[in-house]
């Protein structure tokens, strides 16, 4: 009871994107049962991004040691804005057994509408919301030796109960319900079900490999309107030209609007990519 107490006392976070191979090393090495992830997605759009990561996770590790070295010499400046998997995207092959026994501790749901993400967490619950009734509240098994862990990681970090929620934002960009007025809405629904299931709440945005480099301070700087054109519409004219009038056009920083329920930090991920830069 006390480790679920002072799990609910978890400040909510929003951290920095991640590649799907990245999420899925920090919940395998860091994430205990009944940690819930919540993919904003489909599930073959999200397979696809890992299928990507580990692809070329292992395209990276056949090249010789001689040839990355004469691509840097060519190269006049390194990409620094390229975000490629670390080590731990093949490494997540490493031993399937050990990836199957975690499986059975983490609960993976894919949601992509806001909509129905709203719904789920309404009616979420940490003992009943999924039909493998064999699943109990025990830790990970232990971290094998085929696991080398990544410089200055700990081998046995603290496992958290987490309720991760991985493209909260892009699940809005993509919708009517990107605006100040649904992103509070759906961020109070993540909050009241973390608190009432005694879990932590973590925000994580993805990023394709292939693409530059979006920041945590990209992703906050990015402009959202206080109030959609739809839900105005959709309130009726009257209020649409009394209210409306103000609203219409006015936009904020996304850093505003999740300030009021999140911290905002950089992932495990996000260190350990810099890290391997630097060591490259």
């Known amino acids: 009871m006390d480790s679920f107490r002072s799990q609910s006392q978890f400040q909510p976070l929003f951290c920095s994107p991640a590649l799907p191979s990245e999420l899925l090393w920090y919940i395998i090495h860091h994430c205990t049962h009944p940690t819930t992830l919540i993919v904003c997605s489909s599930r073959v759009d999200f397979l696809t991004a890992l299928a990507r990561d580990i692809r070329q996770?292992?395209?990276?590790?056949?090249?010789?040691?001689?040839?990355?070295?004469?691509?840097?010499?060519?190269?006049?400046?390194?990409?620094?804005?390229?975000?490629?998997?670390?080590?731990?995207?093949?490494?997540?092959?490493?031993?399937?057994?050990?990836?199957?026994?975690?499986?059975?501790?983490?609960?993976?749901?894919?949601?992509?509408?806001?909509?129905?993400?709203?719904?789920?967490?309404?009616?979420?619950?940490?003992?009943?919301?999924?039909?493998?009734?064999?699943?109990?509240?025990?830790?990970?098994?232990?971290?094998?030796?085929?696991?080398?862990?990544?410089?200055?990681?700990?081998?046995?970090?603290?496992?958290?109960?987490?309720?991760?929620?991985?493209?909260?934002?892009?699940?809005?960009?993509?919708?009517?319900?990107?605006?100040?007025?649904?992103?509070?809405?759906?961020?109070?629904?993540?909050?009241?079900?973390g608190r009432r299931v005694g879990l932590g709440v973590m925000v994580v945005e993805p990023v394709e490999y292939d693409e530059s480099l979006r920041s945590l301070d990209d992703l906050l700087r990015e402009k959202m309107p206080v109030v959609s054109g739809s839900a105005l519409r959709g309130a009726g004219g009257d209020l649409e030209r009394s209210v409306g009038g103000g609203l219409i056009g006015r936009t904020v920083d996304v850093r505003r609007v999740l300030g009021r329920w999140f911290q905002f930090g950089v992932g495990k991920w996000e260190r350990e990519r810099q890290r391997d830069r630097l060591c490259s």
Request: charged share 20%; net charge negative.
């Open 57 to 193: 996770s292992q395209e990276e590790d056949e090249k010789s040691q001689d040839q990355e070295q004469e691509e840097r010499r060519n190269s006049p400046q390194p990409d620094q804005d390229k975000i490629t998997p670390g080590p731990w995207a093949s490494q997540l092959l490493a031993s399937p057994l050990y990836q199957v026994a975690v499986a059975r501790h983490i609960r993976i749901v894919f949601i992509p509408t806001v909509s129905h993400l709203r719904a789920f967490l309404s009616v979420f619950d940490t003992n009943n919301n999924s039909t493998n009734t064999n699943k109990v509240p025990t830790s990970p098994p232990p971290h094998p030796s085929t696991y080398d862990p990544l410089p200055n990681q700990q081998k046995h970090p603290q496992s958290q109960r987490l309720l991760l929620v991985y493209g909260f934002l892009a699940s809005h960009r993509d919708s009517s319900e990107w605006s100040v007025q649904g992103l509070n809405t759906t961020a109070a629904v993540l909050l009241e079900t």
